[in-house]
């Protein structure tokens, strides 16, 4: 009987484990690939305000890059 119930324990940590393993090595791969993306993309900064934004993200106005089209707009008046 004793043997059973450590058994069964042995049973459930090994599901567990193999539970965690699962959940745990699915995210790594997307997580990598975000980060070379984020790495590849060039950052501009804002001529209003300074913020570096991605140059995908960026709004150009006579050559002047803006992290936005209101600070594209405000920085002409
Ligand atoms: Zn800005």
């Not at 940590?13 to 060039?42: C, G, M, Q, Y």
């Not at 150009?60 to 936005?68: A, Q």
Request: glycine residues 2%; aromatic residues 8%.
């Amino acid at each position: 009987m004793f043997i059973r119930l450590i058994l069964l324990f042995a049973i459930i940590a090994i599901l567990l484990w193999l539970i965690k393993r699962l959940f745990v090595e699915d995210p790594a791969p997307r997580e990598i690939e975000h980060h070379t993306k984020t790495r590849s993309e060039n950052m501009r900064q804002c001529k209003f305000c300074g913020v570096h934004a991605p140059e995908t993200s960026i709004v150009l106005v006579n050559g002047n890059p803006y992290c936005s089209q209101d600070h594209a707009d405000r920085d002409q008046q």
